[in-house]
C-alpha cells in the first residue's frame, strides 16, 4: 500500500514535468463546477470557496455565500477560514522538514523534547503523534472536562500544562488508533523545540514563505477581528455567527485561503521546494503500529493514516485527503496521484460536507475515474461501549488530578449532574448531566459516565478520552 501510493504520487510528478501547459475548465465543467460549489450571486447565507487543479496549475476557483452577511461581503479565493484539521499536515510537513534537516528523529521517544510528559506504559515516538496512534488523550476534549468549554478563552501554555498532568493515555503506545488533537498540540510544540523557535514562526519560514503562501498563517493566540472570515451556524431565525476556535495552534490554529492552496498543490505537484522527495516518503508513508499492522482510520473511510493524511485507496483509486472541522467551519483538501489532480474546499457554514463537493469536483473533472457511490453517505462512527451502572455516583465533590478540577455532583432519580470548576483560563462553571438508560447506561452530550461499584468514584468516557477517574472527596450531607 505504501509502495504503491508514493509510486503513484512519483507518476503523477512525472507526468507533470512532461507537461508544459494545462488548459483551464472548459466553459461548461466551469458552469458545472460553480453549481457544486453554489450560487456565487447570494449574499444571504455563508458559503464555500473551492479550488481545482491539475498538474499543479488551477483549472477552477468558484466561490458562493458571505463572509459576513450583514454586510454582504462576497467570499472569494483570498478569504481566510480557519482551517481546522486540514492544519495537521502542515504541523506533520513541518516536523516532516526537521527529519529531512537531521534536526529530529522520525522514532524519537517524544521524551527526548518533552520532558514534562509523564512516562506511560510505552514510549511514544514522534511518528505515533503523526499517526494517532500515540494513545495521547485528545486536548480539547479534555479542556472540556476541566469546565472550558470555549477553546479561544485558553492559550497554548495552559493547555500544555493540562496535557502534562495526564498520567493515563487512551491505550498502551502503538497499539491502536485513535483521533487526536492532543497529540498533535504536543507535536507542535515537538517541532518548536527542535526548531529552537516558536513553531509558528517555523512553519511560516520551512513551508508558508518559500511557497508563497502570504495570506496562510497558524495563531499564538486570538487573531484580530477582521482577518478572518464570520463563521455560521444554522438557527431557526436563518444564521448566527460562531467562531470560538481554539487559540493556539499545532492540532489547528490555521487561517488559509484557497488561493495559497493552489500554491501547495503546486509544490506537491511540480514544485516540491517543500514537498521534497524526503519529505513525501513521510508524509506519505502509512503508519504502522507496534505488531507491524497498518494503522487504518475509521472515520476516515477505513482508509491507512500516514502524517496529517489518510492515504490509500478510495472509490477504487489512489487518493489522500484530510478534512476539518469545528464550530461553523467545515474544510477538505484531497489529491488524486494517478491524475495530478487537487481539490480544496473551505467552507464557512457548519452544514456544509465538504467531502462532498470533493467528490463531485474530482467527479466532473475526472468523470468516470473514480467508483461511483450509489448515495453519499459520510462514514458513521462506533459507538462506544459504556457498562452499564448498577448504581450511581453518591453526591457530592469529586477531584481528578488529572483535570485539577472538582465535580460538584447531585443526583436526582436517573440524572447525575456535575458542575465543574476549575483554576484553568475560561472554566464556566460546566455543567454536565448524565441520565441512565433503559440498559442502565449513563449517557449524555459529552459521552457517558460509569460509577465505580461504591458510588465513591466514577470514570467519565468520550470518543476521544476513553477512561478518565474522578474520586469522592467529600460527600453531601
Known amino acids: 500500500m505504501a509502495n504503491s501510493i508514493i ?51 488551477t483549472i477552477f476557483i468558484g466561490a458562493a455565500g458571505s463572509g459576513d452577511i450583514a454586510a454582504g461581503t462576497p467570499l472569494t479565493a483570498d478569504t481566510r477560514f480557519y482551517a481546522a484539521s486540514v492544519a495537521k499536515q502542515f504541523t506533520s510537513l513541518a516536523a516532516a522538514k526537521l527529519i529531512e534537516a537531521g534536526k529530529l528523529g522520525l522514532h ?19 511518528q505515533m503523534l503523526m499517526n494517532h496512534s500515540s494513545g495521547i488523550r485528545d486536548s480539547l476534549t479534555l479542556l472540556n472536562f476541566a469546565g472550558v468549554e470555549d477553546a479561544s478563552k485558553s492559550s497554548l501554555a495552559e493547555v500544555l500544562k493540562l496535557m502534562y498532568r495526564q498520567k493515563g493515555t487512551n491505550f498502551v503506545p502503538g497499539t491502536a488508533y485513535s483521533y487526536t488533537n492532543g497529540g498533535y498540540l504536543l507535536l507542535g510544540e515537538v517541532v518548536a523545540r527542535a526548531a529552537g523557535k516558536p513553531f509558528q514562526d517555523y512553519v511560516r519560514e520551512a513551508i508558508f514563505e518559500p511557497l508563497g503562501m502570504k495570506s ?32 493556539f495552534s499545532g492540532s489547528g490554529g490555521m487561517m488559509l485561503t484557497v488561493n495559497d492552496m493552489a500554491r501547495y498543490d503546486h509544490d506537491i505537484a511540480v514544485g516540491h521546494k517543500v514537498w521534497t522527495p524526503a519529505a513525501t516518503r513521510t508524509m506519505l508513508e502509512p503508519g504502522t503500529f507496534s505488531d507491524g499492522k497498518t494503522v487504518i ?13 489518510a492515504v490509500g485507496t478510495r472509490r477504487g483509486k489512489p487518493f489522500f485527503y484530510h478534512l476539518g472541522e469545528f464550530e461553523s467551519f467545515r474544510t477538505g483538501y484531497a489529491r488524486l496521484p494517478e ?14 460536507l465538504p467531502l462532498r463537493r ?54 436526582q432519580g436517573d440524572t447525575v449532574t456535575a458542575t465543574i470548576t476549575s483554576p484553568w483560563q475560561g472554566n464556566m ?23 465505580d461499584a461504591d458510588g465513591r468514584g466514577f470514570t467519565l468516557h468520550n470518543g476521544r478520552v476513553f477512561a478518565l477517574h474522578l474520586a469522592l472527596v467529600h460527600a453531601a450531607p
Open 216 to 247: 496562510t498563517f497558524f495563531i499564538a493566540g486570538r487573531p484580530a477581528p477582521g482577518l478572518v472570515t464570520h463563521g455560521y451556524v444554522p438557527t431557526d431565525k436563518g444564521w448566527a455567527i460562531r467562531e470560538a476556535y481554539p487559540a
Open 7 to 57: 509510486a503513484s504520487f512519483g507518476r503523477s510528478v512525472a507526468l507533470a514535468a512532461m507537461c508544459c501547459q494545462v488548459a483551464p475548465a472548459s466553459a461548461q465543467q466551469q458552469e458545472a463546477l460553480q453549481r457544486i460549489v453554489g450560487d456565487a450571486r447570494d449574499m444571504s447565507s455563508p458559503g464555500c470557496v473551492a479550488g481545482v487543479f491539475r498538474d499543479g496549475k
Open 339 to 352: 491524475r495530478g489532480v487537487g481539490v480544496a474546499v473551505l467552507c464557512n457554514r457548519a452544514d456544509a
Open 297 to 309: 482510520a475509521p472515520n476516515f473511510d477505513a482508509m491507512p493514516y500516514a502524517a496529517g493524511l
Open 108 to 126: 524519537d521517544d517524544v521524551r527526548k523534547w518533552l520532558p514534562e510528559l509523564p512516562e506511560y506504559a510505552a514510549p511514544i515516538t514522534v
Open 358 to 411: 470533493i467528490d463531485e469536483l474530482l467527479d466532473t473533472v475526472e468523470p468516470g475515474y473514480l467508483q461511483p457511490y450509489a448515495e453519499y453517505n459520510p462514514p458513521v462512527p462506533k459507538p462506544m461501549v459504556i457498562a452499564p451502572s448498577p448504581v450511581l455516583p453518591v453526591a457530592g465533590s469529586y477531584r481528578s488530578e488529572e483535570l485539577d478540577a472538582i465535580y460538584q455532583v447531585a443526583v
Open 429 to 451: 462553571r460546566r455543567m454536565l448531566i448524565y441520565t441512565r438508560d433503559a440498559a442502565g447506561v449513563l449517557r449524555g452530550s459529552d459521552g457517558g459516565m460509569s460509577a
